[in-house]
T-cell receptor
C-alpha cells in the first residue's frame, strides 16, 4: 500500500513565526488531506488537496502530485495552532486513508 | 449541517468484556470508516462501510467487527477486550468513499483495565 511520511516530527515555534510542514507519499493519489488534531483528539479537516494550491486564512497547502509531496504552510503562527498535524492519502476509491505519523507543533507565546 | 457524532465519548471496560461504539455520519453521507489511534501505532484503518456493506477491512483480528444500518449510522463492536485495545476510536464520514473529503467525529476514548 501507499507509504506516507511527514517531516519534521516535532516543531517548536514562537508566536508570529512562519513554518512549513512536509508530506511525502509513495504513489499517485486520488485523495490527500491535511488534518489538525486538537488536544481533545478531534481531527479537524484543513484541506482536501490531491493536487494544486489552496489557502484558508493563515494556512495554505500545495500538493505537487507529479513529485509526490504536499506542503502545509502556517503563517503568523498563534498558540491555538498547537497540536498534531496529519496528512493522509489514498490511491483507492473506497477504503482506507493512510495516515502519516504526524508533526507535533508547539507554538509558544 | 450537523457534524459527525460518536457515542459514547468515554468508556472504561475490563479485560474480557465486549463493547459497542456508535457513529452517526453527516446527513447524506453514505460512507463510514473507522480508525484506531494509539500512541505506538498511530492512526490505523479498521474498516469502511457503504450502503450497509463492508467494502474494505484493515489488519485487525476478528474480535473487531462492524455494521452499518439503512440510515448510514454505523456501529463497531470489540469482543473479548484486551489491554491493548485501549485507544481513541475515530469514525469518518464521506459522501461515497476515501476519494472524497473525510470528516471525522470527536472519537470514543476506550480504556481497558
Amino acid at each position: 500500500g501507499i507509504q506516507v511520511e511527514q517531516s519534521p516530527p516535532d516543531l517548536i515555534l514562537q508566536e508570529g513565526a512562519n513554518s512549513t510542514l512536509r508530506c511525502n507519499f509513495s504513489d499517485s493519489v486520488n485523495n490527500l488531506q491535511w488534518f489538525h488534531q486538537n488536544p481533545w483528539g478531534q481531527l479537524i479537516n484543513l484541506f482536501y488537496i490531491p493536487s494544486g494550491t489552496k489557502q484558508n486564512g493563515r494556512l495554505s497547502a500545495t500538493t505537487v502530485a507529479t513529485e509526490r509531496y504536499s506542503l502545509l504552510y502556517i503563517s503568523s503562527s498563534q498558540t491555538t495552532d498547537s497540536g498534531v498535524y496529519f496528512c493522509a492519502a489514498t490511491t483507492d476509491s473506497w477504503g482506507k486513508l493512510q495516515f502519516g505519523a504526524g508533526t507535533q507543533v508547539v507554538v509558544t507565546p | 449541517k450537523a457534524g459527525v457524532t460518536q457515542t459514547p465519548r468515554y468508556l472504561i471496560k475490563t479485560r474480557g468484556q465486549q463493547v459497542t461504539l456508535s457513529c452517526s455520519p453527516i446527513s447524506g453521507h453514505r460512507s463510514v470508516s473507522w480508525y484506531q489511534q494509539t500512541p505506538g501505532q498511530g492512526l490505523q484503518f479498521l474498516f469502511e462501510y457503504f450502503s450497509e456493506t463492508q467494502r474494505n477491512k484493515g489488519n485487525f483480528p476478528g474480535r473487531f467487527s462492524g455494521r452499518q444500518f439503512s440510515n448510514s449510522r454505523s456501529e463497531m463492536n470489540v469482543s473479548t477486550l484486551e489491554l491493548g485495545d485501549s485507544a481513541l476510536y475515530l469514525c469518518a464520514s464521506s459522501l461515497s468513499g476515501s476519494a472524497d473529503t473525510q470528516y471525522f467525529g470527536p472519537g470514543t476514548r476506550l480504556t481497558v483495565l
